[in-house]
């Protein structure tokens, strides 16, 4: 399996997605990639193998809080750390190469701030942290996406109790590290600390139960959020709206937001680009003889000119009368593919027109068909 994957995009949730959105998201990528769906692909078979992995870790509480914590190394780092702490040292310096371990440390462990200073650690653990940012996918009408809108989404979301402050209880100091969220050994010339095994890490214990979140940490939460939608957006495009979206820890900030513009499908309109296109029917009538009529663009109505003799299936362009485009910066154009539409019923008098008229024509339109093969 290559090193580098993240789990969470693996699975395509964010980092702070439910046990039930986690297992929820590996049956659907388990459905599209399994080798029996996908034989004889190589590409398939080693994505399963990423999400079967995946899952592995992040449906098992513990395996996931070390991931969480360790990142890629978390397997060795884990190991390591079960042997002791020359052991784990030997393991830094094979990952990192030579230098200080604080240094190796803040490559290893990011912004948990596990550090060989027992201060820096206890302010690392109470500084105040930035909420998870949210993605969700938003529906947007096609009348929406041509001329802009002011939308109000609904949104529901797990996010951090307000109650708990996400910890799922109440929290006390932890009593075997005092706080501090390391563990500190003794081996060779160099001490070396360890996260601290009870509260691992964090410097608290929970001795009580949050209420509000049954100890999950998590509530639903549902809002209103006015969303502005810009001429010219497509499905595709990501809209962020700052601090909308998950919880700060500690009063920390709040994440983003981040809706996934998905534009529905029109009954008429197709768009192609910043182009539109969209199928007129003519009478027989108007293509022979030619004729003015009008059309809608998604600018409104329009007149466009058929020539004498056109043909079902041509192809006709109105300049500028297409999508705008995203930023401003003029339009794209429309194109009318004219259909001729043949009457279903005809009137006597109807009738013996075009029978008057068919013994007077003279054009055979297959006369350059082949008599076949």
């Known amino acids: 399996m290559r090193q580098d994957v993240d789990f969470y995009e693996v699975l395509e949730v964010d980092r702070s997605a439910s046990q039930k959105e986690i297992k929820k998201a590996y049956r659907k990528q388990a459905r599209k990639h399994h080798p029996d769906v996908n034989p004889g692909d190589e590409a398939a078979e080693q994505k399963y193998k990423e999400i079967s992995q995946a899952y592995e870790v992040l449906s098992d509480a513990e395996k996931r809080q070390q991931y969480d914590r360790f990142g890629r190394q978390w397997q060795q780092a884990q190991a390591a750390g079960q042997h002791g702490a020359q052991d784990f040292r030997s393991f830094v310096y094979q990952q990192g190469g030579p230098g200080t371990f604080a240094d190796i440390f803040g490559e290893i462990f990011g912004e948990m701030g596990f550090d060989i200073g027992r201060r820096r650690s206890r302010q690392a653990q109470h500084q105040p942290q930035r909420g998870q940012d949210i993605q969700q996918k938003m529906p947007v009408a096609f009348a929406e996406a041509m001329k802009g809108a002011d939308k109000t989404l609904a949104l529901t979301i797990a996010d951090r109790c307000p109650e708990c402050d996400g910890l799922g209880g109440k929290a006390s100091t932890c009593p075997t590290c005092g706080g501090s969220g390391v563990s500190q050994q003794a081996g060779g010339i ?38 502005k939608v810009p001429p010219g957006v497509k499905s595709g495009h990501k809209l962020r709206l700052a601090g909308e979206g998950g919880r700060g820890f500690r009063a920390g900030p709040g994440g983003d937001l981040i809706l996934e513009v998905r534009v529905q499908k029109h009954d008429f309109f197709q768009r192609d680009g910043n182009d539109i296109t969209i199928e007129v029917p003519i009478t027989f009538i108007e293509a022979v003889q030619g004729a003015s009529i009008t059309v809608p663009t998604v600018n409104g109505k329009v007149d466009l000119k058929i020539p004498a003799g056109t043909n079902s299936g041509q192809r ?16 794209g154009d429309q194109y009318v593919i ?17 029978d008057e008229l068919s013994e007077t024509w003279e054009e055979n339109p297959r006369a350059s068909l082949p008599e076949g093969l």
Do not use: D, H
């Open 338 to 354: 004219v259909n001729i539409s043949a009457p279903k019923r005809l009137t006597r008098k109807q009738r013996e027109l075009i």
């Open 316 to 331: 006709f362009r109105l300049r500028g009368q297409g999508a705008p485009r995203l930023g401003g910066n003029g339009r």
């Open 190 to 227: 160099l001490g070396f600390a360890s996260p601290c095994p009870q509260c691992q890490g964090s410097g608290e214990i929970i001795t009580e139960s949050c209420s509000k979140c049954r100890g999950g940490g998590e509530v639903t939460r549902t809002r209103n959020i006015s969303v």
